[in-house]
């Protein structure tokens, strides 16, 4: 499956943003999608993710009570809502796929990735 990530930008702290990721090339109802996030000199590390089979969420605790992960399988999208945005949360911002029905926060786990889009917060 293909993946096309958009929706990152500026935004001030304690801001909002919503992350898209649209799937092409097959369905992404029967896929596990998931977030992570690289900075400058880091590996990608996990932010959420949703199991397909019944939906259930995990989240970094970094970002818990603050991102919600969703998906519109009508629409072949997933979503990271974003909200009270930090400094720290600046990084490019990766989805990814496998029909593996997991959460886990490992990026190996993970088959299918999206080109990254830049979420920078700053005043």
């Known amino acids: 499956v293909q993946l096309q990530a958009s929706g990152g930008g500026l935004v001030q702290p304690g801001g909002s943003l919503k992350l898209s990721c649209t799937a092409s090339?097959?369905?992404?109802?029967?896929?596990?999608v998931g977030w992570f996030r690289q900075t400058l000199g880091q590996g990608r590390s996990f932010v959420a993710a949703?199991?397909?089979?019944?939906?259930?969420?995990n989240y970094a605790d970094s970002v818990k009570g603050r991102f919600t992960i969703s998906r519109d399988n009508a629409k072949n999208t997933v979503y990271l809502e974003m909200n009270d945005l930090k400094p720290e949360d600046t990084a490019v911002y990766y989805c990814?796929?496998?029909?593996?029905?997991?959460?886990?926060?490992?990026?190996?786990?993970?088959?299918?990735w999206g080109q990254g889009t830049q979420v920078t917060v700053s005043s």
């Open positions: 990814a796929a496998t029909p593996i029905s997991t959460t886990s926060s490992f990026s190996n786990a993970w088959t299918s």
């Open positions: 090339g097959r369905t992404l109802s029967r896929n596990s």
């Open positions: 949703l199991r397909w089979r019944n939906s259930i969420a």
